[in-house]
């Protein structure tokens, strides 16, 4: 094991996570493989990371702390926008039934997909897609995690959320640089917001992107 990992939990609890669900599934996904080559060094680092495509694989803090907001339970059905990376969608994978991820750029979804394939990691689907819609065909979903920042209030991620307790977890603009991340937790047609953290995430973009052809 790497010590780096090890060194990192402690932070993440000194920071205040205390979920040791969460904890220990982040200690099980290899944050390195996720990671371009030039930033092995920093694979462990606490911090935000640039990825291809101009964005980023989020902050270990981060991304522990929505996944705690997100009260995950094994048997449940997630749904993730922006895959980026993957590493996100790795750690739910490892808390719950089954993820559903969309990405706008082909490049990193297949990026994604091969570095879950190695980690042997199989209840995760994915989808090129506009995460703005969400994903119909699937809905309900007991859970809703967007990892990029959303203009306005997601209400078409909000309305493929159970209606018995559904939580979506977002970062969501308070102007044109600063977020913070709400949860917003469904009770038949009633949502409850609470606003939790302030964050910096690259914006949910609309539609699929376009990619020069490689
Ligand atoms: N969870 C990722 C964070 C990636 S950054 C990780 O752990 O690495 C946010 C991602 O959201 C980027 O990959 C970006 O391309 C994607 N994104 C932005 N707008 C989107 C949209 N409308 N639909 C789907 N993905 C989107």
Request: net charge neutral.
């Amino acid at each position: 094991m790497d010590t780096r990992v090890i060194q990192l939990l402690m932070e993440l609890r000194k920071q205040g996570i205390s979920d040791t669900r969460v904890l220990a599934a982040m200690e099980r996904v290899p944050r390195e493989q996720f990671v371009a080559e030039q930033f092995l060094k920093h694979a462990y680092d606490n911090i935000a990371l640039p990825i291809t495509q101009g964005q980023t694989i989020s902050q270990p803090y981060v991304v522990a702390y929505m996944t705690e907001a997100l009260q995950l339970g094994d048997r449940m059905k997630v749904l993730e926008i922006g895959t980026g990376s993957g590493y996100q969608t790795a750690v739910l994978a490892r808390l719950c039934r089954r993820v559903y991820t969309i990405e706008r750029y082909r490049s990193l979804l297949t990026t994604a997909e091969k570095r879950l394939d190695a980690l042997k990691i199989t209840n995760v689907v994915t989808k090129l897609g506009d995460g703005h819609k969400g994903w119909p065909e699937q809905a309900p979903f007991d859970r809703v995690l967007v990892t990029a920042a959303a203009d306005t209030r997601p209400d078409a991620l909000i309305a493929q959320l159970s209606p018995h307790g559904g939580i979506m977890v977002a970062p969501v603009a308070v102007n044109a640089t600063e977020q913070d991340v709400i949860r917003y937790t469904r009770e038949g047609d009633a949502v409850r917001e609470e606003r939790l953290l302030p964050v910096r995430f690259v914006p949910l973009l609309p539609g699929i992107a376009r990619e020069a052809a490689t």
